[in-house]
């Protein structure tokens, strides 16, 4: 990205702002084009983090009229550019969010406390850059894309008060437990709106969005998964995305598509669909999730026009992106997306059994992979899953169900015919999520 943005500028860069005059380039760092400051190791807040924010501020700060200030941000952005309000330190932020991580606060939550006490998140950098034009090249990863969620929106406005950071310390019973100055903070004034609220006589904001910066969403999990129903395509496959918005125990949806997977190749993709809605885990995903069971619905007819074509399904892809979770109950080591794969075989290889028919006219894989490169604390992105990998790890000593029990996919796939169904992309330097793709192959004889 910082080389995409050295050639669209031409320009200087400090960690991923850049500011440039129109038609002209600012000179960070005496000439050179780039400067990279690195901190955040291991997705925490540190001191390298919090220099390059500081950093990163003067030069929004310096910023003048006339001026364009691109800020590129990925997810992540949280981590990388903290800069605490006055009185607040880096490690008592890092305890605010360890705290609420802990008692299982989600993404929007964490990052609602993160901007209000944060000199950069809820739009504070935007602010910082006004009057300058502001640009926002923003990588998503998060479901559905919200900008002020991203990377703790630090280029819209944001729409936290006082009040809901109460409400969050109410709900996971904080109040004693935070820092010192951070109860301080909340009990000076239990009705004032804090966040951007000091600046925002000054700094114009329309329709929600700051009237001086211009945010663009460059990658995001729609991105990546019409991305890989186009590939799928261009090597014969018919592709359907089916959501980017899937979330849920990985375990669950594993089973999902196994019995999509099952049923689809038993009795084609019309009679799958109707059986999907009767399968416990798939009511059970949607339920939760309002996103998926719309996008299921829509992919019903998709998948009733290709089913008029096809028949049963053969050299047919199905698509699907999104964050899901695993609660790790068990001792063993792996990532929602190897956990996914070894759902998935295990409940192929069982409906298999248990329907007891001949092999049908394709071969179903499920491919599950993160698009950073990293599944978890593991060296692998994801994995393959397949009916027949269960029959091969028990010749092989090893125990399919067992280690899906343990969370142990990673060990699994590691020790099953030499790693070959583990995915090593290596670190894609991105992060849009994750991926699944149901492939249906034809068998030829
Ligand atoms: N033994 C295990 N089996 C399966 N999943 C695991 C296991 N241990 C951790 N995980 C999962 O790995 C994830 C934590 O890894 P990581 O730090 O890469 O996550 P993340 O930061 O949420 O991921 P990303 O950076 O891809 O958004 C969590 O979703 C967690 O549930
Ligand atoms: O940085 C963050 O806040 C998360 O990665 C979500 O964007």
Known sequence: MVGALESILGGHIVSGVASVPVGSVRDFNNGRKVRIMEGAAHNLPDQPALCAAEEILSVCRGAGEGEVVV?????????????????????????????????????????TFRKFISQTKGGKLAEAAYPAQMVGLILSDVIGDPLDTIASGPTTPTRTTHHDIITLTEK????????????????????????????????????????????????????????????????????????????????????????LAHCAVESGLRS?????????????LIRENPAMARDFDHL?????????????????????????????????????????????SVKHHQLKQESGSPAGPCECVLVSLGTDGQDGPTDAAGALGHSSILTTATAQGLDGEESLRRNDSHSFFSALDGGQY????????????????????????
């Open 71 to 111: 800020a590129v941000i990925s997810g992540g952005g949280s981590a990388l550019l903290p800069c605490p309000i006055p009185g607040v330190t880096l490690d008592e932020k890092r305890t605010v969010t360890e705290l609420l991580s802990k008692a299982g606060a989600n993404i929007k939550e964490l990052n």
């Open 172 to 259: 996971y019973n904080l109040s004693q437990s935070l820092p010192q100055s951070i109860q301080n903070i909340l009990s000076r004034d239990r009705n004032q709106t804090r966040g951007t609220e000091s600046t925002r006589e000054t700094v114009p904001i329309e329709n929600g969005s700051y009237k001086h910066v211009h945010n663009v969403i460059v990658g995001s999990n729609r991105l990546a998964t019409e991305a890989a129903a186009a590939k799928a395509e261009s090597v014969g496959y018919r592709a359907v995305v089916w959501s980017h918005s899937v979330q849920g125990e990985a375990r669950l949806l594993g089973e999902v598509f196994a019995t």
């Open 272 to 284: 799958a669909v109707s059986e999907l809605r009767k399968t416990p885990s798939f009511v059970n």
């Open 300 to 344: 019903k007819g998709k998948l009733a026009r290709i089913a008029e074509d096809m028949g049963r399904p053969c050299d047919f892809c199905l698509i699907s992106g999104g964050e899901p979770i695993v609660t790790v109950t068990g001792d063993g080591k792996g990532g929602r997306n190897q956990e996914l794969a070894l759902a998935f």
């Open 422 to 445: 583990l995915l090593r992309t290596g670190l894609t330097g991105t992060n849009v999520m994750d991926i699944h793709c149901l492939l249906f192959t034809s068998i030829h004889p």
